[in-house]
């Protein structure tokens, strides 16, 4: 194996979901400076926007115009077909998770996804949103941050739609501080009272099939404002460029970032020093994880396999690794739902946790069965928990019986045909999937035991065993 091997796997790991087979094939022939070109040259070209929805479900000005109870049934009817879209739009970002060349971007986009947490009644502005993020994954932090605080979701979900002259809104001045960009202690309660003025008249309008952001002069505070000590007649766009000029903005992003990319303890010499870069190239996403990647820090034996992974990478992994389709796609929906990461649906304004949040006692078991259940089409024995929200019930099954799945085995044998032992073979398989060549307990293995003679059975049932360990569901 060449020297490059395990840090090209670690950096798809980390900077993707995985290798997948076509491109285990390959590392041996590449060096890590190639390898780490390729991933941001397929990730470079902007990205065709997801689309389920050409227009909103329904004009707003019909709505009006019905009967009481003609209200009351259209707005059933528009839960359901939400639902349904989101649930489409769900799997579509997923089969491009899986599928597309551009695993950086949208690693990425998972990850602000999760940092610009909103949950999503219109299956149209949940795409309108995914639309932007995607769009600015890789780009300026700064563009990122004004279209996400002109986006139709967020602003009705955090409440700015109702943010008027007369009676100021604070919840999307609150979050765009707290959580969005400087972290707490960085602010004062003055600070969030000025700055929703500020953002008063920021809105959403729906007119001719579209939906927008739209600024309501009407509505809005002209009076002057103190922010971080400075008067003027401050507006939102004003804001933001305050906040970004704080070099704490910089930091925050940076330290969360690496969390979600090189370790859940940040090393904060390392993370200053990417901030104050970061803070001097005007936050340009790509220079700061191309320092990262770049960096002979991030290639250390104590980043490899060191985070949990969340759902939907264990989801993508075993899709990657091999070679997996699902042929009833919404069963994804289900395992999302177990394991508590349902795309578009993030459980608060905050996002989800992560790390060791991701594991629990019924989680773990789920996530070392499901191998078993996937390959053998074995019966499911678990229910998704209730998370209590009408709006979001529908969004999967709370039981499936079982999956329907494709394996590529034949083309992950053709990867491992130039390894002329078992043990090679074994040695190999066991760095595709865990990323180490260290002998396993031979209790590990033993389902696999008896194969030996059957070189397709002994490939499934050593895959089945390797994803099966505790180790795969480390990155």
Known sequence: MSK??????????????????????????????????????????????????EKPLLDPDKLQA????????????????????????????????????AVLRE?????????????????????????????????????????????????????????????PNENFARELMELFTL??????EQDIREAARAFTGWGVEAEDGETSFVFREKQHDFDSKIFFGQEGNWGGED?????????????????????????????????????????QTDYDITTLLKAIFEAEWFYQPQHFASQIKSPVEVLIGLQNHLGLSFIQEEGQLFVQKVLGQM??????????????NWIDSSTLLFRLKLPSIL????????????????????????KLDKFSCQIAWEDLAAMLEKEKTPAQKQSKLQFYLLGTNTPLPPDYLAVSAGNEDDPLAWLKSTALALCSLPEYQMS
């Not at 003609?70 to 899986?98: D, F, G, P, S, Y």
């Not at 804001?239 to 904060?268: Q, S």
């Open 239 to 279: 804001i933001l460029n305050m906040i970004l000029a704080r070099p704490e903005t910089a930091l925050f992003i940076v330290r969360k970032i690496y969390r979600y990319l090189v370790n859940d303890t940040p090393n904060e010499t390392i993370v200053k020093a990417l901030a104050e870069k970061f803070y």
């Open 66 to 101: 019905m009967s009481k109870e003609e209200r009351r049934t259209t707005a059933q009817q528009l839960r359901k077909q939400n639902r349904e879209a989101i649930k489409q739009l769900n799997l579509a970002w997923l089969r491009q998770m899986a599928t597309g060349k």
């Open 183 to 188: 972290g707490r202690g960085h602010y004062t």
């Open 343 to 356: 795309l578009l649906n993030p459980p608060n304004v905050a996002g989800w946790p992560g790390g060791k």
């Open 4 to 53: 490059s091997a395990p840090l090209i796997r670690h950096l798809y790991q980390r900077a993707g979901f995985g290798l997948d087979i076509q491109t285990m094939a390959q590392i041996e022939k590449i060096p890590l400076k190639k390898a780490l070109q390729q991933l941001f040259e397929q990730s470079e070209p902007p990205p065709d926007p997801l689309i389920v929805l």
């Open 375 to 398: 390959f053998k089409a074995e019966a499911i024995e678990i229910e998704a928990k209730e998370d209590g929200d009408v709006d979001t019930k529908n969004l999967g099954n709370d």
């Open 107 to 167: 690693k990425m986009a998972l990850f602000w996804h999760g940092h610009f947490a909103t949950q999503h009644k219109s299956a149209f502005m949940a795409q309108l949103q995914l639309q932007t993020i995607r769009r600015y994954a890789l780009g300026s932090f700064r563009d990122l941050l004004l279209a996400i605080a002109q986006d139709p979701a967020m602003l009705l979900f955090l409440n700015n739609q109702q943010n008027r002259k007369q009676k």
